[in-house]
């Protein structure tokens, strides 16, 4: 079975932090996605990388950014976290034309 | 652009009813379709997919076909179970790997017994 994780479940930050959250496939992907989910937004498309090193601007990428440094691990970055992005972050990656969704990151930006 | 439009919820059944969720979509290629569920406090599942027109979906008792002609591709159950109680989306794709998935906005379906 594809297996996706996320490196927490829950995080409590503060505004104006720095915050990683990290994304690992075991599947040898080589896109990996990173979305948010709001209510009544449904999922929105942040960043999304198709290689090692390379990445692409999702809909909604400001006050973002990725790393992508292995091929089996895909970081989002909020580079000064703002209370407007506390959200469910949901990464995923995709084999045989369907994706793969880790459990989520439940951020809370106080 | 691409766009997927499903019914608004909530929806709320009593157990062994039956279940339609509507997910109507536009596109301008040929695009894969997906519905994904969302069990409380988790990340998203792959329910059943079709790549091509009048293809049908299957999995769990789920059952949705991919209708070309109108556009669409419903969700259907023929009796619910409270275990179904979920948040249900659908989605589409352009067809090529790693083409990021469009999504509709999620319809919570709530099952009592």
């Given at each position: 079975?594809?297996?996706?994780?996320?490196?927490s479940?829950?995080?409590v930050?503060?505004?104006g932090e720095?915050v990683?959250l990290?994304?690992?496939?075991?599947?040898d992907h080589?896109?990996m996605?990173?979305?948010r989910q709001?209510p009544?937004?449904?999922?929105?498309l942040?960043?999304?990388s198709?290689?090692?090193?390379?990445?692409?601007?999702?809909?909604?990428p400001?006050?973002?950014s990725?790393?992508?440094?292995k091929?089996e691990?895909?970081s989002?970055?909020?580079e000064?976290?703002s209370t407007n992005q506390?959200?469910?972050y949901?990464?995923?990656?995709?084999?045989q034309e369907?994706q793969?969704?880790?459990?989520g990151t439940?951020?809370?930006v106080l | 652009g691409?766009s997927v439009?499903?019914?608004?919820?909530?929806?709320t059944?009593s157990e062994e009813?039956?279940?339609?969720i509507?997910?109507?979509?536009?596109?301008?290629?040929?695009p894969?379709?997906?519905?994904?569920?969302?069990?409380?406090g988790?990340g998203l599942?792959?329910?059943?997919?079709a790549?091509k027109a009048?293809?049908?979906?299957?999995?769990?008792?789920?059952?949705a076909?991919y209708?070309k002609?109108?556009t669409?591709f419903?969700?259907?159950k023929?009796?619910?179970?409270?275990s179904?109680?979920?948040v249900?989306f659908c989605?589409?794709t352009?067809n090529?790997?790693?083409?990021?998935l469009?999504?509709?906005?999620?319809?919570?379906?709530?099952v009592s017994?």
């Amino acid at each position: 079975d594809v297996k996706v994780t996320q490196s927490s479940r829950y995080l409590v930050k503060r505004t104006g932090e720095k915050v990683f959250l990290e994304c690992v496939q075991d599947m040898d992907h080589e896109n990996m996605f990173w979305y948010r989910q709001d209510p009544g937004l449904g999922l929105r498309l942040i960043y999304f990388s198709y290689d090692v090193k390379m990445k692409e601007k999702g809909d909604i990428p400001e006050g973002y950014s990725v790393s992508r440094e292995k091929k089996e691990r895909f970081s989002l970055i909020l580079e000064s976290a703002s209370t407007n992005q506390t959200s469910m972050y949901l990464c995923a990656s995709t084999g045989q034309e369907t994706q793969y969704f880790g459990p989520g990151t439940r951020l809370l930006v106080l | 652009g691409d766009s997927v439009t499903q019914m608004e919820g909530p929806v709320t059944l009593s157990e062994e009813a039956f279940l339609t969720i509507n997910c109507t979509y536009t596109a301008t290629g040929y695009p894969s379709l997906f519905w994904y569920v969302q069990y409380p406090g988790e990340g998203l599942q792959l329910l059943l997919k079709a790549t091509k027109a009048d293809d049908k979906g299957s999995n769990k008792g789920f059952e949705a076909t991919y209708r070309k002609e109108t556009t669409s591709f419903h969700l259907e159950k023929g009796s619910v179970q409270v275990s179904d109680s979920a948040v249900y989306f659908c989605a589409l794709t352009a067809n090529q790997a790693g083409t990021a998935l469009i999504f509709g906005k999620g319809t919570t379906l709530s099952v009592s017994s």
